[in-house]
């Protein structure tokens, strides 16, 4: 009688401990993204309000390599004192940092990046789960690619510095499996749940299920929430994205449009 009693407590206590856990884990990754909020902007304020320039490996570079980018994570080591601000606790696979293919075929909700094979950094040295909106940077090199896939228009769609009009709906930093990105409106959402990072569109990076239907994300203003897999689609990733697109309430989305496209979704909150 006494276990059969204890078994049945045990069956109602564990599905609410881990939920705990779960909130926990959020809150933490929020923390971690408030204290990097604080690093953008000490970054900002000493780069006359401008962020950093990101990844610089383009042939137009002057620099001419890799070895010159400026990823947020180097640009902002200075700013903070522990590089475990960087990784959500919820991101438990740590990856490499070139084709995770290779190694992680269990998709990319879970998964982290490190430097292993030199491309970040020293072996080891650098790792995380948390991803830049590309569009935030103040990236002269990457212009030419942005152009080839978007139009002579392109340079003026980033942002480039804080202070801007609507900053609390601009993504700054959010997670995900890898570290940069340029969603655009015409993105498509992640087909499964479980695609490698680098499969579908931009915006489909940040698509992974690592809190509930939802991500964590800092906003160009510093502040900190969690936001709907869904929502992302009403947030203002650059100057001309169309935040009452096709995959929102507002451009008249239905459900079926989900089934068609990411049936993973279909259940998630609507925007």
Known sequence: MVNALIALLMSI???????????AKLVICQSNLKQLGNAFEMYAGDNDGYFQQGWQGMIN??????????WWMHALKPYYQDPRVCLCPMATKLGW??????????????LAWCSNNGW???????????????????????????????GPDAPNWRWRQSGVKGAGNIPLLLDAPW?????????????????????????ARFMINRHEGRINCLFLD??????????????????????????????????????????????????
């Open 222 to 271: 510093y502040s900190v929430r969690a936001i709907g897999l869904k929502e992302m689609y009403t947030l203002k990733w650059n100057r001309n994205f169309n935040t009452s697109g096709a995959w929102t309430l507002a451009g008249d989305v239905t459900r079926s449009d989900w089934e068609g496209a990411a049936e993973w979704m279909v259940n998630f909150k609507d925007y």
């Open 97 to 110: 940092d070139v084709s995770p293919s290779i190694y992680w075929e269990g998709g990319a909700t879970f």
């Open 61 to 70: 570079c002057p620099c001419g390599g890799i070895e010159c980018s400026n």
């Open 179 to 203: 570290i940069d990105c340029w969603p655009v409106d015409f993105d498509e959402p992640r087909a499964h749940a479980e695609l490698n990072w680098s499969q579908g569109s931009f915006i």
């Open 13 to 23: 206590l564990m599905p609410a401990l881990g939920r705990v856990r779960k909130q």
């Open 120 to 150: 970040l950094g020293e072996p080891g040295e650098v790792y995380g789960s948390y991803g830049v909106n590309g569009w935030v940077e103040n990236n002269q090199c990457e212009d030419d690619f942005l152009i080839d896939f978007i």
